[in-house]
């Protein structure tokens, strides 16, 4: 199982990212789907997730800037970012629950990360 993020970049303050991941490989079933993120100096923390079933959960620091969302009929994740604020600056993981034998059997899977950068 890999996952790909994809969608960072650098944009100014009160700008907008979308962020996207892709997993692939044997894939039986996905669970919870997420996004965490590592800036500089600070541990990774939890941004956003998302169950099967479309439940969502945020971080306070998000405040209704971000929104979480998947296609499950193509195993993609996103993250909309709205209003970012040089805070947000930081790499962002994905991650993924899934089920790669058939089994139920669930493990958390991560993406590479990619480097969202906000400055003017």
């Known amino acids: 199982v890999q996952l790909q993020a994809s969608g960072g970049g650098l944009v100014q303050p009160g700008g907008s990212l979308r962020l996207s991941c892709t997993v692939s490989?044997?894939?039986?079933?996905?669970?919870?789907m997420g996004w965490y993120r590592r800036a500089p100096g600070k541990q990774r923390e939890l941004v956003a997730s998302?169950?099967?079933?479309?439940?969502?959960n945020y971080a306070d620091f998000v405040e209704g800037r971000f929104t979480i969302s998947r296609d499950n009929t193509k195993n993609m994740h996103y993250l909309q970012m709205n209003s970012l604020k040089a805070e947000d600056t930081a790499v962002y993981y994905c991650?993924?629950?899934?089920?790669?034998?058939?089994?139920?059997?669930?493990?958390?899977?991560w993406g590479q990360g990619t480097q969202v950068t906000v400055s003017s």
């Open positions: 998302i169950t099967r079933g479309g439940a969502t």
């Open positions: 991650n993924a629950d899934v089920d790669s034998s058939g089994r139920s059997w669930f493990v958390y899977y």
């Open positions: 490989g044997s894939i039986f079933g996905i669970n919870n």
